[in-house]
Nanobody, 115 residues
Framework: QVRLVESGGGLVQPGGSPRLSCAAS????????MYWYRQTPGKEREMVAS???????KYVDFVQGRFTISRNNARSTVYLQMNSLKPDDTARYYC?????????WGKGTTVTVSP
């Protein structure tokens, strides 16, 4: 059974730099691309960043240069370092993986950017 557990969210001031973590189990983590998505009320879930098994990364334009995705295969954990946060970054952040064609999601962690 695939399990993804996010952590690291909370209330952050504008300009803050939290790091989100996603601990994975039930998959051969090192071979799977991993993804961070986010969602705000009334909007569709949108991809924020991805990291391939070889470490190659991709980012959506609105986080490029501010967020960094990384992975620790020994710990089966993917991270999202968030810098220079803006109020528009307020969202619930989800970890995603796909195994054998099936999408798996964590329950998410909420980041609220507010003074």
């Amino acid at each position: 059974q695939v399990r993804l557990v996010e952590s690291g969210g909370g209330l952050v001031q504008p300009g803050g730099s939290p790091r989100l973590s996603c601990a994975a189990s039930g998959i051969n983590f090192k071979i799977h691309p991993m993804y961070w998505y986010r969602q705000t009320p009334g909007k569709e879930r949108e991809m924020v960043a991805s990291i391939e098994s070889d470490g190659a990364t991709k980012y959506v334009d609105f986080v490029q240069g501010r967020f960094t995705i990384s992975r620790n295969n020994a710990r089966s954990t993917v991270y999202l370092q968030m810098n220079s946060l803006k109020p528009d970054d307020t969202a619930r952040y989800y970890c995603h993986a796909q195994r054998q064609g099936v999408d798996h999601w964590g329950k998410g962690t909420t980041v609220t950017v507010s003074p």
